[in-house]
């Protein structure tokens, strides 16, 4: 008992930062999103119309939620818990790879099994903080919404289902660290398994079946597939069900046996799927640091491009349902207006806007993901043998910023193509293709800004590099496409880069905050170089 007591104390010790920010993060989400809806969305009458809205564009139910009824606490859990959820999810899993998998990779797994600890003490002090770890964010959530005066009973239902739905996906992130070689492998197939969870029960919401009132759905059945969509079945506020509860939790018991039955018969350091042998000698194409550079990334990035097209596939099936919206009820157009706070542009235009905003935080991902494989590469030692070569410091860095730079136009480019092409399939001509384009290339300036900020802050700080890198693109997707939703000053949400990405509006846009924050990603791009000239390498 007490080896477990020291190594959870260990794992709380490590993650307190992390744990800290993800808890209090996820809670503030809670508790500003509940008090905007409140000053937004006005009385029940105009939360009605906007329900009537979201049920005619299924685009809407995939990003919000299942409407269950125009009351505050039903229309809050609407809009926000699916991603609340998605934020768990992400946590836990995250989580649970770190004190399993990575330690693996690094050998501290093995040092620890040596002692009287074994090798499935660990295993259960990571169990025991992840579960801790949600029932902080439970009650994170619940204490955010009944701060803002929601029903405490519905408020706890609303909690319990957000940290039962981190619990199941701390379960399998435990199962594919048992399954993946490599940490990097397991953190993406799992991150992959939360964002499907999000996206078939976005599916079942928008494939659900409207009620007679037009202001509550019956899921469709891809949601009963989904860690989230089961937590949706709780109906906070409004049935306040718990026994969906058990669903993501009966997830999670039987993604951790599994994974105990496996480490308890494999060797330290092996997995179920083994990594393959690499080749004796590298190929000619892996001549340059970039090249190694290409070689490392390419797998995160064609999966961050495959989100891009599905983002664009799914922007430009919007068409047919805008104009339903338009053409059944001008309240609900009115409503729908009101929601989006069109100023001057076309509905369609600015709903596309709005899921393409959802790709330029893709490919800002993907570019600060080259600058955090440049850290773990030096962190790793690896950099250093490969700076011993004639290979320069700059040169090095310049193959990681035009991998990055290339990264976020491939990714923007299969959105926009995504986009186009299903508007062309469809004969969808709400919106003609060049705006298609300019949408996309709008978000390209503030994904750069994510790729030379960090690279300036690797060259300065190189231990900050990860978690400053996440926190910075975590602030700006929350102040810039969250900021409104939460009730935040426009002085505020203008930090964020993402305040600043133009709507084009034909020969009216606006392109100057995209011209400001390209000369600020060149500049600081440039100084990291110049920089890095004088700039030690080592693993610190």
Known sequence: MDTLRILWGQRLRRDRWQLAIWVVGIGALALFSAAAIRQTYGDQSSQADILQVAIATPAILMLRGLPRGAGQGAFTFFEIYAFLALLAGLMSTFLAVRHSRAEEETGSAELIAATPAGRLT????????????????????????????????????????????????????????????????????????VVLAYVVRGIGDATGTPNADGTMMTAGAASWFSPIGWGQQTFAYTGDRWWPVLL????????VAVAWLILDRRDSGASVWGVRPGR?????????????????????????????????????????????????????????????????????????????????????????????????????????????????????????LVLGAASVVLVLFLTALGAWASMAGSGDTSLDGGAVWQTAAAQL????????????????????????????????????????????????RNISPFSHTPVPQGTTTDWSGAWWMLAIAVLTGAVAMVVMRRRETGTA
């Open 122 to 193: 660990p295993a259960l002090a990571t169990l025991l903080h992840g579960l801790a770890a949600n029932v902080l964010v439970a009650l994170a959530v619940f204490a955010g919404f009944a701060a803002e005066g929601l029903e405490p009973a519905g408020s706890l239902v609303a909690g319990a289902a957000t940290g039962a739905v981190g619990m199941a996906f701390l379960g399998m992130g435990l199962l594919i660290a048992q399954l993946m070689g490599t940490s990097r492998g397991a953190n993406g197939f799992s991150s992959a398994l």
């Open 248 to 255: 993501p939790v009966g997830l999670a018991v039987v993604c």
């Open 280 to 400: 004796a000698s590298a190929r000619r194409g892996l001549n340059s640091p970039a090249a190694l550079a290409l070689r490392l990334q390419s797998g995160s990035i064609i999966g961050w491009g495959l989100g891009g097209l599905a983002t664009g596939l799914l922007a430009g099936s919007l068409g047919s349902a805008i104009t339903a919206a338009n053409t059944a009820d001008t309240n609900v157009t009115a409503a729908l207006r009101a929601m989006l706070q069109s100023q001057g542009t076309s509905l369609s235009q600015l709903l596309i806007s709005v899921l393409f905003s959802v790709a330029g935080v893709l490919a800002a991902t993907c570019a600060l993901q080259a600058v955090i494989r440049m850290r773990q590469e030096e962190a790793a030692g690896t950099a250093e043998l490969l700076l011993a070569a004639p290979v320069s410091r700059i040169r090095w860095l310049a193959g990681y």
């Open 445 to 492: 300036p503030a994904a750069l800004i994510y790729l030379a900020v960090p690279a300036l802050v690797f060259v300065l700080w190189p231990r900050a590099t990860i978690g400053l890198g996440w926190a910075l693109l975590a602030a700006g997707v929350i102040l810039g496409i969250f900021g409104g939703m939460v009730g935040l000053s426009q002085d505020v």
